[in-house]
């Protein structure tokens, strides 16, 4: 038995013969980190359904989801046709890069366990990004209604920045940003890549780099240097997409 909604919506369709290989059942904790052709392909690539099941679970645990992960894999006659694996490559990609966030998150928390506690962060309290995100991607809306009458949050996954302007309106709101997920553990410097604290130029390659749309051909630069591409700044991303990234790398918001 697994957790499902009370009252699912499913779509009732006819395979025949060999037209379909399986039929993949996933929860929450995986469509949350994995893409629909991400978990298509996860399963093309293994040699029966129990060991593609697993994974599936793997894949969604490797790449931080917070939520339950299950998967049920049913074989269909076509499972043994030929089946290309389109995003092996870009899932091998965002692997490489979740594990880097967690090295870099691993090197700010190597502060020795003698040093004394900054004063100044005793009213320091790390937030989730999603209010942060929501301002950014609000402010560019433009009014369709009243001004008195709320925009819903749910038009704003619509919407789609450039990585420039989500950059220049992180800067703009005067916030800074961490890997550290407790106070405790803060180290506060004089500019954004010093301590505990990341740039925004890194944040942003990182966002890319996990959600597998970074360039593969270089390495990524050093944290104190990173520098964006102009390909890279005009990559369109929606609140849905940015979230979905941050909630990855474990970003959290220093709020005084």
Do not use: Y
Request: a negative charge; glycine letters at 6%; hydrophobic letters at 40%.
């Amino acid at each position: 038995r697994f957790g499902v909604i009370a009252e699912p919506q499913i779509t009732h369709t006819a395979v025949q013969g060999d037209d379909a290989a399986f039929i993949a059942v996933v929860s929450d904790g995986l469509t949350g980190v994995l893409t629909d052709q991400e978990i298509v392909d996860t399963v093309k690539g293994c040699s029966d359904p129990h060991t593609a099941a697993r994974r599936l679970v793997d894949a969604a645990e490797r790449l931080g989801s917070d939520d339950n992960a299950t998967a049920l894999v049913l074989r269909l006659p076509g499972w043994d046709c030929p089946m290309a694996d389109l995003t092996a490559d870009h899932r091998r990609r965002r692997f490489d890069s979740v594990d880097q966030v967690k090295r870099l998150r691993g090197s700010m928390l190597a502060r020795p366990l003698h040093e004394p506690r900054d004063p100044a962060l005793s009213s320091v309290i790390l937030a989730s990004p999603e209010r942060l995100l929501k301002r950014i991607f609000a402010t560019h809306q433009r009014p369709t209604r009243p001004a008195d009458t709320p925009l819903p949050v749910c038009e704003a996954p619509t919407l789609r920045l450039t990585v420039a302007q989500i950059q220049q309106r992180v800067r703009a709101s005067g916030l800074r940003l961490t890997l550290v997920a407790e106070p405790d553990d803060l180290e506060l410097g004089s500019d954004e890549n010093s301590g505990s604290l990341i740039a925004v130029p890194e944040v942003m390659r990182m966002t890319l780099s996990v959600l597998g749309m970074a360039t593969a051909t270089h390495s990524p630069p050093p944290l104190k240097d990173c520098v964006l591409t102009p390909e890279q700044e005009q990559t369109r991303l929606s609140l849905l997409d940015t979230a979905k990234a941050w909630r990855l790398i474990g970003l959290r918001v220093i709020e005084a």
